[in-house]
């Protein structure tokens, strides 16, 4: 069955250091990979996009990586902080037909001082 | 600041209500946009594609006489959960793409910040 698996535990860092979150998808072929932020009661915020074609792409500290054979996708940020402390959804295109973008359930990340 | 507004932020409201949730894209027009449903620690659920001028196009498993949407203007979208119980209860989420509205994974979707509905 086709999945988007997000590491459902919690994933706690200290100030500073690099978090790294796992994106891995089975049985879809995406063009295209997205990561949002999402913070409690709101709605996702769009952070990068990723292509196929693109081992890696960044922004400030942000840092996405987009490995196709291992049909993972990795999400950094750098110098972490506290207000980097949120939940992180991947979504991609299932590559299906239709280009219905699927999202993952997220990771949620806490940053301690 | 926000593209996309997204109203009320919270509703509270008893078992048989109807309740109408609004969907407004502040600086662009949006031709389509989408209705979401997230429960907790769980993925965004795509409901229906609200499309302007002409009919939603429902997901598999969402009822459309349940959930109607109107999309009214260029910049407006409506979901309305009629006769609301309490499995209705959830986050509502609405989003919109800059380029045309499309669902396109290659172009980011702007999200509201959703409805908190609680049925009692």
């Known amino acids: 069955s086709q999945k988007i698996e997000q590491n459902s535990e919690a994933l706690n860092i200290q100030e500073g250091k690099t978090a790294t979150l796992t994106c891995n998808y089975t049985?879809?072929?995406?063009?295209?990979l997205q990561w949002y932020r999402q913070d409690p009661g709101r709605g996702p915020v769009f952070l990068l996009l990723i292509r196929e074609n693109e081992k890696e792409k960044r922004k400030e500290r942000l840092k996405v990586t987009f490995d196709t054979t291992l049909k993972q996708s990795l999400f950094h940020i750098t110098a972490s902080q506290p207000a980097d402390s949120a939940t992180y959804l991947c979504a991609l295109d299932p590559g299906t037909g239709g280009f219905k973008t699927i999202f993952g359930a997220g990771t949620r990340l806490f940053v301690k001082a | 600041g926000a593209v996309v507004s997204q109203h009320p932020s919270r509703v509270i409201c008893k078992s048989g209500t109807s309740v109408k949730i609004e969907c407004r894209s502040l600086d662009f027009q949006a031709t389509t946009m989408f209705w979401y449903r997230q429960f907790p620690k769980q993925s965004l659920m795509l409901m229906a594609t609200?499309?302007?001028?002409?009919?939603?196009?429902?997901e598999q498993g969402v009822e459309k006489d349940k959930f109607l949407i109107n999309h009214a203007s260029l910049t407006l979208s409506t979901l309305t959960v009629t006769s609301a119980h309490p499995e209705d209860s959830s986050f509502y989420i609405c989003s919109a793409g800059r380029q045309g509205g499309s669902i396109y994974s290659n172009q980011p979707q702007h999200f509201g910040d959703g409805t908190r509905l609680s049925i009692l």
């Open positions: 609200s499309n302007e001028g002409s009919k939603a196009t429902y």
């Open positions: 049985n879809y072929s995406p063009a295209y």
